[in-house]
């Protein structure tokens, strides 16, 4: 009988997440049970844009949303109430993982507003309330790389507190993320806390990468010439070759004596995540960004039709260190061709934002009509 190769994924030192929740799943030997045990599927990844199809799309809610209406909630507690009894029970299911791994995996994430991406002293009151009103160590407050997150960022780590660093495109901001982290184990050690319990990861998105670029290169080598030459060989290879240079400034960074002094104190590498790994592009492979980018201490958070798909035909291997001297000739051409890479992902993380602002208020809407269907 063939290995499943989701399971075979973790020989390779990586471990397989679902990004996506709805609340049909977290019952007793539900559907996310069925995961974990056949998949070894390590956690769970969330935000709003899930939340508004679980929601909007599904009956699953009713009743807890005429409840909530009926006893006085507004709509944003309802949406804060759902989201946090829903991560909270995903969290419940993963213990088991979060002990058996010594607390590596096993954890769910909750996101703050997306409307707070450019407010930091919003994001820290937001993920604190959120993070007690979890109360468990296995989940992480999802906060988004802008330049107002960061500092969030390294506050939240300093309060013990864990971070999923959320909508992550460049290698620039990767590296200020990684900083973060740092500074806030330090500000922990500082203040006499202990560090050996806090758990972070950098969730780098990739498909939108290729996505924004595609057609831009496929336009300049339709315009032939030199540079004809070049971008023809370049689509659908940008948002690999981003992730494996990130892999390289992670390997740098653990390496440094600055890292060493903070792991002999107990701390915990900030894994890096590839999130946005549903290939958008028919033309292309439909597990290339989980076959890719196989590697140590890595995580790959994937939506069901891509679990589906890898469970199916996928073909592990440990391919995140090939090929990287080709990943850099990649990004000098595509400067050669006068496309910049950081002016691409501060567009992507400028549209990441509001690509989760929307379906967040689609989803209070949608809520809102629920709620007047309960009066």
């Known amino acids: 009988m063939k290995e499943n190769p989701l399971v075979k994924l973790h ?7 679902q990004d996506f929740i709805r609340r049909d799943m977290l019952a007793p030997g539900g559907t996310l049970q069925q995961l974990i045990e056949r998949d070894c599927i390590m956690g769970v990844t969330s935000n709003p844009a899930i939340f ?58 909750l996101e703050v507003s997306p409307k707070l991406a450019h407010d930091t002293q919003g994001t820290l009151v937001e993920a604190r309330r959120l ?11 999802k906060v988004p790389a802008t330049t107002e997150g960061l500092p969030a960022i390294q506050t939240l780590i300093g309060e013990g507190i864990n971070v999923n660093v959320t909508l992550l495109f460049g290698l620039p901001r990767y590296q200020a993320v990684a900083q973060a982290y740092m500074a806030g184990l330090e500000k922990r050690l500082a203040s006499g806390g202990d560090i050996s319990k806090i758990s ?31 971008a023809k060989n370049l689509p659908g290879k940008i948002a690999i070759a981003s992730a494996k240079l990130a892999y390289q400034i992670y390997k740098k960074d653990i390496a440094s004596d600055r890292w060493k002094r903070l792991a002999a104190k107990g701390a915990r590498p900030q894994r890096l995540l590839w999130a946005s790994t549903s290939t958008k592009n028919p033309k292309y492979n439909d597990v ?5 980018l196989i590697g140590k201490d890595t995580v790959n958070t994937a939506p069901p039709e891509t679990i589906d798909a890898y469970r199916d035909h996928g073909n592990p291997a440990a391919r995140l260190e ?3 001297p080709a990943c850099e000739r ?13 002016t691409t992902t501060q567009t992507l993380e400028d549209e990441g934002v509001q690509k989760f602002i929307t379906p967040y208020e689609k989803l209070l809407g949608a809520l809102q009509t629920k709620m007047k269907a309960a009066k």
């Not at 979890?134 to 407050?141: A, D």
């Open 52 to 109: 508004e199809k679980a929601i909007d799309e599904s009956s699953a809610y009713d009743d807890s949303i005429h409840q909530l209406a009926k006893s006085g909630k507004n709509v944003q507690e309802i949406y804060e109430t759902i989201t946090v009894e829903d991560v909270g029970r995903g969290a419940d299911i993963f213990k088991g993982v979060y002990q058996k791994t010594e607390t590596v995996d096993g954890y769910v994430s």
């Open 330 to 342: 990649d990004m000098k051409q595509l400067a050669e061709l006068g496309i910049s890479i950081d």
């Open 288 to 292: 290339m960004y989980v076959e890719a």
């Open 200 to 230: 972070s990861v950098a969730s780098f998105f990739l498909s939108r990468i290729d996505t924004l670029l595609d057609p831009k290169l496929e336009a300049i080598e339709k315009a032939g010439g030199p540079k004809g030459d070049i």
């Open 131 to 141: 993070w007690g009103k979890l109360n468990r160590p296995n989940v992480f407050i």
């Open 11 to 17: 020989s390779f030192g990586q471990s397989i997440w």
């Open 322 to 324: 090939e090929n990287v």
